[in-house]
């Protein structure tokens, strides 16, 4: 069975600091997703990662994928309040995006 | 405007009613899914119909059944509710091999069984 990770599961930083949110997981798939979720609200997709060593970068966020070491990260700098809010990870192993397993989401909180 | 749009957004009930959720998608994608969040915030999904042919069915009560009359929408009915299926159920929908595309998920609806 798929296992998707994520870590710290919670995260409180300071505005204008850096920090990395690390996505693992079980099974090969080069086929990963970043999504965020502010409280009370859907889940908006951030970044489609498509292959070993993609990278995509939208303002202070940047994900990459390691598909060999089965993970992915999500770089934030130079933190902003406006940031704060639960990011997730979820992977695709079918090759059809048809069923995307989720990670534990990792909650963020920026303080001023 | 194009979106994923579910109804109702709260739902407090009872235990042992009969409930429904809607889901309607006018992105013209072929796939709907239903996902449970719980109050962990644990993501997972439930069911997923392709062009009306249900295509995943995860382990989930029968209570739980879902339909879909086309393949813009895709309902949740829930009998004899229980305390435990208090949740936010996420209506989604992508494209088949649309793996460039991520699943556009509606607001959810936050059920409430008491």
């Known amino acids: 069975e798929l296992k998707v990770e994520q870590n710290p599961l919670f995260l409180s930083m300071q505005e204008g600091k850096n920090y990395t949110i690390y996505c693992n997981y079980s099974?090969?798939?080069?086929?990963l997703y970043w999504y965020r979720q502010d409280p009370g609200k859907s889940l908006e997709s951030l970044f489609v990662?498509?292959?070993?060593?993609a990278v995509k970068q939208e303002g202070r966020l940047m994900a990459s994928l390691d598909t060999k070491a089965r993970l992915s990260t999500l770089h934030i700098t130079a933190a902003v309040h406006d940031l704060s809010a639960t990011y997730f990870c979820?992977?695709?192993?079918?090759?059809?995006?048809?069923?995307?397993?989720f990670g534990t989401g990792t909650r963020l909180q920026v303080t001023l | 405007d194009t979106a994923v749009s579910q109804t109702p957004k709260y739902l407090v009930t009872q235990m042992g009613n009969d409930k429904s959720i809607k889901c309607e998608q006018n992105?013209?994608?072929?796939?709907m899914y239903w996902y449970k969040q719980d109050s962990k915030k644990f993501l997972k999904i439930m069911f997923s119909?392709?062009?009306?042919?249900?295509?995943i069915n995860e382990t989930v009560p029968n209570r739980f059944s879902p339909k879909s009359p086309d393949k813009a929408h895709l309902n949740l009915h829930i009998n004899s509710l229980e305390l435990g299926d208090s949740a936010v159920y996420f209506c989604?929908?992508?494209?088949?091999?649309?793996?460039?595309?991520?699943?556009?998920f509606g607001n959810g609806t936050r059920l409430t069984v008491t």
């Open positions: 989604a929908s992508t494209r088949t091999g649309g793996y460039n595309s991520p699943l556009h």
């Open positions: 099974t090969t798939s080069d086929r």
């Open positions: 990662l498509l292959s070993n060593g």
């Open positions: 979820a992977v695709d192993v079918t090759g059809t995006a048809s069923k995307l397993t």
């Open positions: 992105l013209g994608h072929d796939t």
């Open positions: 119909y392709n062009n009306k042919e249900l295509i």
